[in-house]
């Protein structure tokens, strides 16, 4: 099975912005009732975020070279806290991941080299409005600056604070897309929702994970509508699906519950990891789900009789994958990085973090 951390690789192409929050509210969570009258369970208070990773791609205008922008807002015991990272994603797959400059006051300046890249970073969010995350939602801006051109804007007075101070320097037009987003919850609530636009043409998609009868199935939806139900997890821990939206468009699923369910002791240890470093193994105590919206160029086919990634959802209710002309049907799988598309990654952890 693909990696489930695989979108959190150097690879993905460009994707339109997203306008995520933290969590959502519980009743996209809970659904409608199930199909045979069965009713849902009693709706309960989706964990907020408490940490988001945005990865930007931008490409300079006047050398043509790619830069990947990684933004984290996290929750710290003074309030919320920022750090930002960038480097050249030529050098991505050659050269270990920036390490993220924190940025501890609310409002500040600071410069770094990314590669062969002078960087400026300048921010402000001492009266951002929040909402249940850590992500700010207004009154805030972060703009990054890359070899004399703005590569991010960031925040609704990010235009504003160009205009007024820095009117004659370029603003990258057109090239900087969103393109993978890591949502963190801490806490054994196992309910979870995140909002995401996984097509540049596409609308904005509340996105939504509950586990239920002790950790024994879990039902994913989209919009408040079920597109899976996934059953016996203890031994279909593991697995993918596809699901389609806006129109038709496919949306890979793969999830891993192995470190949920088998080592819940090593939770403390895990939760008070800095966000950047909790990627989730099959030992840690998380859950993960991810989100791919496919390119053009990454799907191949299978034959009717192939099972493909059925076996690892016993059980499962779900949306199938839609036939071909050709009486085959798609698969994810097999695309190369330049068909790669949008990344969602929602990461549960059990225990409790010091810095929430």
């Given amino acids: ?56 791609r931008s490409r300079l205008s006047a050398s043509g070279k790619e830069l990947l922008i990684e933004v984290t807002w996290s929750r710290a015991p003074d309030g919320p806290a920022l750090s930002v990272a960038v480097h050249e994603a030529a050098a991505a797959g050659r050269h270990p991941a920036a390490a993220p400059r924190h940025l501890h006051r609310k409002k500040g300046s600071g410069t770094f080299t990314a590669g062969s890249c002078v960087v400026g970073v300048f921010w402000e969010y001492a009266a951002a409005r929040y909402g249940a995350g850590p992500e700010p939602a207004s ?59 996984f097509l540049e043409a596409g609308a904005e998609h509340e996105v939504g994970v509950v586990l239920l009868d002790g950790d024994a199935e879990a039902r994913v939806t989209v919009d408040g509508r079920k597109v899976a139900q996934l059953r016996r997890l203890r031994w279909n821990f593991r697995g993918s699906h596809t699901i389609f939206l806006d129109g038709g468009a496919p949306l890979d699923m793969t999830w891993d519950l192995h470190g949920w369910l088998f080592h819940a002791g090593a939770a403390a240890a895990a939760a008070d990891l800095p966000p950047h470093h909790a990627h989730c193994s099959s030992s840690a105590p998380c859950a993960v789900f991810t989100f791919q919206a496919r390119g053009a160029s990454e799907t191949r086919m299978w034959a009717d009789d192939d099972s493909g990634g059925g076996g690892f959802t016993d059980g499962e209710e779900a949306e199938k994958p839609q036939a071909t002309a050709g009486g085959r049907r798609q698969k994810p799988g097999g695309g190369g990085a330049a068909g790669q598309g949008f990344c969602l990654l929602i990461q549960g952890f059990r225990g409790f973090s010091k810095s929430t």
Avoid: Q
């Fill in 139 to 197: 009154g805030f801006y972060v703009a990054v600056v890359a070899d004399a051109e703005f590569v991010l804007l960031l925040g609704d007075l990010s235009r504003a604070y160009v205009d007024r101070l820095h009117g004659g320097i370029p603003v990258v037009a057109g090239s900087t897309r969103a393109v993978r987003r890591r949502e963190r919850f801490v806490g054994g609530c196992g309910c979870w929702s995140a909002r995401a636009r």
């Fill in 1 to 56: 099975m693909k990696d489930l951390v695989s979108c959190f690789s150097e690879h993905a192409v460009r994707i339109s912005d997203v306008a995520c929050s933290g969590s959502g509210a519980a009743n996209a969570v809970a659904g409608a009732p199930e199909a045979g009258g069965r009713p849902p369970p009693p709706a309960e208070a989706a964990a907020a975020a408490s940490a988001v990773t945005t990865v930007y």
